[in-house]
């Protein structure tokens, strides 16, 4: 009898694929990949100028749905949004509820299903791949980000894009250099299991 540690792994899994299956399993890589993402959006450090901080909830986002991929990506990061939107204090800093960053979040569930659905077609085995496979991520989420917050707050786009794209372009950057290396890493190791 094979297990999913003992079968090879390919293209069309994700990380998340090589536990043994089960509804159990799901409900809690769904869960722990929202609260995962709640916990790192307490890592926030506020922009001056922005009301959007800098936090390590993209971060978690994106490597929730490249690690689950796009299905539970998605489940995961609409349970953190529902959450969060009912009073569960984990939006950056502890806040919840409807603020003007909250278009980030929308993003971040559409990202997740991306990049969760990138990762199946093996878009996590490589550093150049998951590289672009960050970037993408990171689109989507100022794609809907940028252009709520300046709904939001009455801004003009060029002003939502100073303060709501422009000052994360260097931490951006970071975090895709740390997913270059940590998802082709653990597929590398869960190659040699």
């Known amino acids: 009898m094979s297990t999913a540690a ?3 792994v390919r293209t069309g899994q994700v990380l998340a694929d090589l536990l043994p299956a089960s509804r159990v399993r799901d409900v809690a890589l769904v869960l ?8 790192a959006a307490q890592i926030s450090v506020p922009v001056p100028g922005s009301p959007v901080p800098v936090t390590g909830q993209t971060f978690a ?3 929730v749905g490249t690690s689950l991929g796009a299905g539970r990506g998605l489940l995961a990061l609409a349970l953190y949004a529902l959450a969060g939107l009912a009073g569960v204090p984990w939006f950056a ?8 960053s909250f278009g980030y ?9 991306v990049v969760g659905a990138l990762a199946r077609r093996g878009a996590d085995r490589s550093a150049l791949r998951m590289a672009g496979t960050m970037l993408v991520g990171e689109a989507i989420i100022y794609a809907v980000g940028v252009p709520y917050l300046a709904l939001a707050t009455g801004m003009s786009a060029t002003a939502a894009i100073a303060a709501g794209l422009t000052p994360f372009l260097i931490g951006d950057a970071l975090k895709a250099a740390l997913a270059m290396g940590a998802l082709p890493t653990a597929w590398k190791f869960a190659n040699k299991r």
């Open 6 to 8: 003992a079968t090879p």
């Open 61 to 63: 986002a994106l490597l």
């Open 93 to 100: 800093g502890g806040s919840s509820g409807v603020a003007p």
């Open 105 to 113: 979040i929308l993003g971040m569930i559409l990202a997740a299903t």
């Open 32 to 39: 722990g990949g929202a609260a995962l993402t709640g916990l």
